[in-house]
């Protein structure tokens, strides 16, 4: 019912910027809260940021004053602006969303930050 494409990944060097896309599709009025994770590699995949149909967001510790998550609902996307990034940032990230207590994903883009 929803699809997820995100966009945006890419090579930056430490202090650099990189801002991830999410375009939903399907039937994304039925969204209750989306958020983006990530996963480096030999890791866990674990939870960056998210957001609510409210507007209220959230943040894991290690990224708040630095990265921050929005929605333009005209457009059915999502965005992760990443400023200041740092290479344990490296990572594939993905976009979530639940619907109707579903859980969809992404396909995953690349974030790999060099020193």
């Known amino acids: 019912q929803v699809q997820l494409v995100e966009s945006g990944g890419g090579l930056v060097q430490a202090g650099g910027s990189l801002r991830l896309s999410c375009a939903g599709s399907g039937s994304i009025f039925s969204i209750n809260a989306m958020g983006w994770y990530r996963q480096a590699p030999g890791k866990q995949r674990e939870w960056v940021a998210s957001?609510?149909?409210?507007?209220?967001?959230n943040y894991k510790d290690s990224v708040k004053g630095r990265f921050t998550i929005s929605r333009d609902n005209a457009k059915n996307t999502m965005y992760l602006q990443m400023n200041s990034l740092k290479p344990e940032d490296t990572a594939v990230y993905y976009c979530?969303?639940?619907?109707?207590?579903?859980?969809?994903w992404g396909q995953g883009t690349q974030v790999t930050v060099s020193s």
């Open positions: 957001i609510f149909s409210s507007g209220s967001t």
């Open positions: 979530a969303a639940i619907a109707a207590g579903i859980d969809y």
